[in-house]
């Protein structure tokens, strides 16, 4: 029963890079979100998905883009990283109000 | 905008002390609140929800948080703080009927001394 997988869990880039994080759910939910953690900073959303094919930006979508084509996969990515998306992103799949998390992934952008 | 405030960023207490750690939400319709708990080095895990009904809502390791409508707070509690309850809380909101997004809290980093 794996819940929500993220991979990968650990990436550095160099500033201009791209990179797509993905997220999989094997609890057939609907819903599913993107958020970045940075200390002092709590979660915030980024972009998140109400079902298959759709998607919406969060409170910090700039420089970020998303992709739900299964219902299963929410990929997140970054066409020209900077060292400001240097952060923990968590994605996180959604029943009945309760988000249940997968583990992170850790980026840093030099 | 919907915002969420936690008031306490970081809180120490010694075993068997009393919590509460307070959250304010900005939205005055109907809401759904939630706390979070993220323990060292572990994604977050559910601690207790509202909905509806009972403002006072029980949850797990003896976590209980209030609903004040009139107050815009969802504060958590517990009696009696364990060493193990040492981790980060988050207080989280989501609008009920006007969007699907859930905002997060700064969190408030809580230390247990043994």
């Known amino acids: 029963n794996a819940g929500v997988t993220q991979t990968p869990k650990f990436r550095v880039l160099k500033t201009g890079q791209s990179m797509t994080l993905l997220c999989a759910q094997d609890?057939?939910?609907?819903?599913m979100y993107w958020y970045r953690q940075d200390p002092g900073m709590g979660l915030r959303l980024i972009h998140y998905?109400?079902?298959?094919?759709?998607?919406a930006k969060g409170e910090v979508p700039d420089g970020y883009n998303v992709s739900r084509l299964k219902k299963q996969n929410f990929l997140l990515g970054l066409e020209s990283a900077a060292p400001s998306q240097t952060s923990v992103y968590f994605c996180?799949?959604?029943?009945?109000?309760?988000?249940?998390f997968g583990e992170g992934s850790r980026l840093t952008v030099l | 905008a919907q915002s969420v405030s936690q008031h306490n960023h970081h809180v120490i207490l010694s075993e068997a002390a009393s919590l509460e750690l307070g959250c304010n939400y900005s939205?005055?319709?109907?809401?759904?609140l939630f706390w979070y708990v993220q323990y060292p080095g572990q994604h977050l895990q559910l601690l207790l929800k509202?909905?509806?009904?009972?403002?006072l809502v029980k949850g797990i390791k003896g976590f209980e948080a209030e609903f004040i409508k009139s107050k815009f707070s969802f504060n958590l509690r517990k009696p009696s703080v364990q060493w193990s309850d040492t981790a980060e809380y988050f207080c989280?909101?989501?609008?009920?009927?006007?969007?699907?997004?859930?905002?997060f809290g700064k969190g408030t980093r809580l230390h247990i001394l043994p």
């Open positions: 998905s109400v079902g298959e094919g759709t998607t």
């Open positions: 989280a909101v989501n609008r009920e009927g006007r969007d699907d997004k859930i905002i």
């Open positions: 939205y005055g319709g109907t809401v759904n």
């Open positions: 609890m057939n939910h609907e819903y």
């Open positions: 509202y909905f509806s009904g009972d403002p």
């Open positions: 996180a799949s959604r029943r009945t109000g309760e988000l249940f």
